[in-house]
């Protein structure tokens, strides 16, 4: 035996030293590498089977190329289709025009005419052919105007016509009181024409009215105006002529110089003669021949 095994147990004999309990082999250094490798080797394969699991998990949400496992991961995002946009339109609200107030234009107030007025300064003569009393009351209300004209001249340049609206209807020396074809006469239009062919400021016109008349008057214009007779009655008649146009003639048909007129009357330049008419003789004749006149225009 050795001596150890004879040594007395101390404090009391309970209790021994924990290396003598031991067996001395886990105090080896065979045992203590063993011991270590063997701690290792579990580590690393902890390790191994851990680093396995997260590549799946990896390589399976994200598409792996050669170089996805030796260089740092990206995350790359895949794009997404893009969505349509969605637009709605507002309604615009058109614009209601309101209406626009356009006052009606203030009618103009017709000049108040004097009750009477009368001409002086123009004198009548004889007509110098049976038939150009025409030519006779346009040489007559010419002279008024500052101009001098012979009635033969005058007359000499109205043409010959089977429409008294274009020109003289007959001859001049002809009966009065006919219609055309026959020996007749001429209107205002050819009248009006050669006084302008004189310089003068002359101008036809049909139906006029009785205020136009005396507005003329009022001014100091004398009207050259085509009645029945000596301003007496007549009856309207529709002539037409060989070319087709239609016009009213009258027997008896006969031009006058309108010079003056008062509530109810006119005053007339009837060749040398100045009378007076009634106003509803002068517009019964003077309406035969649709009102016809020549005035002076500005």
């Known amino acids: 035996m050795s001596s150890t095994a004879n040594q007395p147990e101390q404090a009391g004999g309970r209790f021994s030293p924990l290396s003598q309990k031991i067996p001395s082999i886990f105090f080896s250094v065979p045992f203590l590498i063993a011991l270590n490798l063997l701690t290792l080797g579990g580590f690393i394969t902890y390790v191994i089977l851990n680093h396995q699991q997260e590549p799946s998990q990896v390589l399976a949400a994200v598409p792996q190329t050669s170089s996805v496992l030796n260089t740092r991961k990206t995350p790359s995002l895949t794009p997404e289709p893009s969505r349509t946009p969605f637009y709605f339109t507002i309604p615009t609200s058109t ?64 043409p010959l016509h089977d429409n008294p609206d274009k020109g003289f209807v007959g001859n001049v020396y002809g009966s009065w009181g006919q219609i055309p074809p026959n020996a007749y006469g001429v209107h205002a239009k050819p009248i009006a024409q050669r006084l302008r062919e004189f310089g003068l400021q002359a101008k036809h016109v049909r139906d006029m009215t009785w205020r136009e008349l005396k507005t003329e008057i009022a001014a100091g214009r004398p009207v050259i105006v085509w009645v029945v007779g000596h301003v007496g009655q007549g009856i309207p008649v529709s002539y037409t002529a060989p070319g087709g146009a239609v016009t009213t003639v009258a027997k008896f048909e006969h031009t006058v110089v309108a010079i003056g007129y008062t509530e109810d009357k006119i005053v007339i330049i009837d060749g040398a003669k100045t009378y007076t008419k009634y106003k509803g003789e002068f517009l019964k004749s003077w309406g035969v021949l649709e009102n016809q006149a020549v005035i002076w225009i500005d």
Not at 114 to 123: E, H, L
Request: with cysteine.
């Open 95 to 158: 614009p209601t025009a309101s209406p626009t107030f356009n006052p009606s234009p203030t009618p103009t107030a017709a000049p108040t005419l004097p009750a009477r007025a009368n001409i002086t300064g123009i004198v009548g003569h004889r007509q110098s052919m049976p038939l150009s009393c025409e030519a006779r009351s346009a040489v007559d209300w010419a002279a008024y105007f500052g101009k001098s004209i012979n009635e033969y001249t005058f007359f000499n340049g109205i």
